[in-house]
């Protein structure tokens, strides 16, 4: 059955909810907040978001700020990830 | 693009690559579980596959929603387009999944069915069109429910009396639970997912380890997280002891996200629910409650009734599981294709008989 | 009861076997089996080539574009990537009751600009109107006669290992512009349609060395090279991060998880190069406003097995199938 995955397919046929990527706040407004990434600006929600600001990079699925990505957890893991053996 | 490629970096996968295949020399050839559809496409996306040994297996589990949304749910959902002045607002990928006769996606050029990126922007619509009934079909897991609920809160904020949602929310530790228990399957880790993980936190997963001796590590979903935590796996296997590790911890906290948990515990309650290709599963769905009752579709629009056909012969539940391979089904390729698809495995493009077809062919 | 569905025409798979199995059973000939994007004919002593394409696309109107100009670049477009100067264009249209006439005159006059940039003329038309409902507003039809280079020397079997490929400009605006002007998703970004003629470009890198040339359209660049590798019969192989793609393509798709290896473009082409004569062709692709993003993509291989492999981003292998299923529907 490994087989099976050698092979990959033509996935990603479009509009995969589960996605979600971090984006930048650029500006907030109440409970929402205006994102931007690779030029791509959208106003999304930040209702379940602890103390939002402007320049934290969050996590930004179907509308919504899921979670805020902490950059320094970032930076370590990116170290981690040089440093393994 | 930040955050992103970092975490895709060449020189690193390549590295975290021979490590993984100096630690797995010798071990008997063991199943690891990606539960997430987004880690099964990223695992084809990046060719990981390719970069892994051949006895560290990933078998892609349940966790696409689209893939377990029973046929039935689809049905009902075409039939709503049927009744006057209703319009159907749903994310993107529910549109192609076939029902007993019909598919959302043909009922969109009549108008009767709406593409949203968030279940806020088919509120907003009903707000702006109160001479229409807004149905948006609740779809996704622990990532997507509290989206949902701010919604529902919104429409209940502006007093909507045109707005609605058909929840066919579901959570995925039941699932995860069902899956550890199974002999056949045979799982010795989960790749746990990104992010329904940002929000249930990592102590959800701390009874199936628990319970089960089964190594959990939560993934990222890039591909260092990926190759990073089946080394974390590996490691945990060879050391004979399993706990919860959280490879995603710039993201995913211990407790999750506190204010998503009570905005879903304030909208939703749990009930039993149907997981198209496995079956029904005990406290593994989400209702709305009670005081959200205006904007439950059951209470509010009569359901037309629908005569859903069973998939007679197909046994995705199997497939879903690593037990058998699309080869072993008697639908596979012949009624059951990727332009006609039967079951779960080939509905969605991140099914193993999806994948399987494209292969053969 | 056998039917036609959409996947028929998404420029995949589907739709490759039910030109095989039933246009060119039925209607094929030397011109036709070929399966070029543009067929050539003897005229006395000239070389001509002539193509036809249809188009219809929703919405009508988008950023960087709308079906009139282009109605005109993808019949203009497969003239030149067949290494013909187009001259002449006929075009049909076909519109529905109650379809507006300023929304008409626009699409004209769309077509009217877009022939003058290229330097085509409409030589013939047909105008007829149908009932509502029976075509979604507008469909058009338009063929296209070049002349061939003298310099040109376009056909697939010419193809061997060690051809280089090359991409003119970034991949997926077109499907991105479409995707977002159809559906209202919700986000501000500057991303328009790559719909341009491709003539005078073509005209300016049109050389000996260029053995083959292909417009990425209907099922985007994975589609296209599938089908070179299957004329062919070689292997492709082509990495990942030499791909052009704007940031905000990029962005888009992986926020909606589209892949841009599938995504239509309207404006860009793909060319295989001999070895020797790539760091050529590339530099004077680049000196033109439409190649000035253009990039050595990958080499053909030696191998036969008809497949197109992908080097990933982070050094996995991802083999490119032909597209399956319909993406985007009425894409072009």
Redesign the interface.
């Known amino acids: 059955?490994?087989v099976?995955?050698?092979?990959?397919?033509?996935?990603?046929?479009?509009?995969?909810?589960?996605?979600?990527?971090?984006m930048?706040i650029l500006k907030i407004e109440g409970d929402k907040a205006n994102v931007s990434?690779?030029?791509?600006?959208?106003?999304?929600?930040i209702?379940?978001?602890?103390n939002p600001k402007i320049g934290d990079?969050v996590?930004?699925?179907?509308?919504?700020a899921?979670?805020?990505?902490?950059?320094v957890?970032?930076e370590?893991?990116?170290k981690?990830?040089?440093e393994?053996? | 693009m930040k955050y992103i490629d970092e975490f895709r970096n060449l020189d690193i996968a390549a590295r975290i690559s021979g490590l993984i295949k100096e630690e797995a020399k010798g071990l008997e050839p063991v199943n690891f579980m990606e539960v997430c559809g987004t880690h099964t496409m990223a695992v084809e996306r990046f060719g990981i596959r390719r970069m892994l040994p051949e006895n560290i297996r990933l078998i892609s589990g349940p966790g696409c929603p689209v893939c377990v949304t029973p046929k039935n749910y689809i049905d009902k959902a075409i039939a709503l387009t049927s009744l006057e002045n209703v319009i159907v607002f749903s994310f993107g990928d529910m549109l192609k999944v076939p029902g007993t006769n019909s598919s959302l996606f043909k009922q969109k050029s009549k108008g009767k069915v709406r593409i949203v990126y968030s279940a806020f922007d088919a509120a907003v619509f009903a707000e702006k069109n109160q001479d229409k009934r807004i149905v948006f079909l609740g779809i996704g897991f622990e990532t997507t429910v509290p989206t949902v609920a701010a919604t529902v809160k919104y429409a209940k904020k502006k007093r909507l009396k045109n707005f609605f949602v058909y929840s066919g929310h579901k959570v995925m530790p039941p699932a995860m639970k069902l899956l550890a228990k199974d002999r056949k399957v045979n799982i010795k880790g989960f790749l746990c997912p990104a992010h329904v993980s940002a929000i249930i936190g990592m102590k959800s997963y701390a009874r199936i380890c628990e319970e089960y001796n089964i190594p959990c590590v939560i993934a990222g979903f890039e591909p260092l997280d990926i190759l990073h935590s089946v080394l974390m796996l590996i490691r945990q296997v060879k050391s004979k002891k399993a706990k919860v590790e959280n490879q995603y911890n710039r993201v995913v906290k211990f407790s999750g996200n506190i204010k998503a948990l009570q905005l879903i515990d304030e909208v939703f309650s749990i009930n039993d629910s149907d997981w198209r290709g496995i079956g029904v599963i005990k406290n593994s769905g989400l209702i709305l409650k009670k005081g959200y009752g205006d904007f439950d579709v059951e209470k509010n629009i009569n359901l037309p009734e629908v005569k859903t056909s069973l998939d007679k012969g197909c046994i995705c539940g199997s497939v879903l599981k690593g037990i058998k391979t699309p080869l072993d089904c008697a639908l596979f390729s012949k009624k059951c294709t990727p332009e006609n698809p039967y079951g779960a495995c080939m509905v969605s493009s991140e099914g193993a008989c999806a994948a399987y077809y494209r292969y053969r062919k | 009861m056998k039917t036609i569905t959409l996947s028929h025409g998404s420029g995949g798979k589907l739709m490759h076997d039910l030109i095989k199995d039933l246009f060119l059973k039925n209607l094929g000939n030397s011109f036709l089996n070929k399966m070029g994007d543009a067929a050539f004919i003897k005229s006395g002593a000239k070389k001509l080539a002539y193509t036809t394409d249809s188009f219809v696309v929703k919405p009508l109107f988008f950023p960087g574009g709308d079906i009139g100009k282009l109605s005109v670049c993808g019949t203009v477009n497969d003239l030149a990537v067949s290494g013909a100067m187009p001259r002449y264009l006929s075009c049909g249209m076909i519109v529905e009751d109650g379809f507006s006439y300023a929304d008409l005159e626009r699409i004209t006059i769309s077509i009217r600009d877009t022939c003058r940039s290229s330097g085509v003329n409409i030589v013939s038309g047909d105008f007829k109107v149908v009932e509502k409902g029976a075509v979604d507003g507008i469909f058009i039809n338009t063929s296209g006669i070049g002349e061939v280079f003298d310099s040109s020397f376009i056909d697939a079997v010419r193809v061997r290992p060690g051809d280089k490929i090359i991409i003119s400009g970034t991949i997926g605006d077109h499907a991105a512009s479409i995707l977002l002007a159809r559906e209202d998703l919700k986000f501000k970004t500057r991303i328009k349609s790559d719909c341009s003629p491709l003539n005078e470009f073509v005209a300016s890198i049109i050389c000996r060395d260029i053995k083959f040339m292909r417009d990425p359209t209907r099922g985007g660049l994975a589609t296209t090279l599938n089908e070179i590798s299957a004329t062919s019969g070689y292997n492709i192989a082509i990495e990942e991060s030499g791909v052009p793609i704007k940031k905000s393509v990029r962005a888009l798709c992986e926020i909606l998880g589209f892949d841009p290896l599938y995504m239509a473009n309207e404006g860009k082409l793909i060319a295989i190069v001999s070895k020797s004569a790539a760091a050529n062709v590339l530099s004077k692709m680049k000196r033109h406003a439409l190649g000035k993003d253009a990039r050595i993509i990958g080499e053909v291989r030696k191998e036969k097995d008809k497949k197109v492999y992908l080097k990933t981003q982070s050094g996995g292998l991802r083999i490119l199938d032909m597209i399956t299923g319909e993406q985007l529907p009425r894409i072009c």
């Open positions: 059955m490994t099976l995955f050698l092979w990959a397919r033509q996935f990603w046929q479009g509009f995969n909810m589960c996605l979600a990527i971090p930048k990434s690779g030029g791509i600006q959208r106003t999304i929600g209702d379940f978001l602890k990079y996590i930004v699925h179907a509308g919504f899921i979670e805020k990505l902490d950059p957890k970032a370590e893991t990116l981690i990830l040089e393994l053996q």
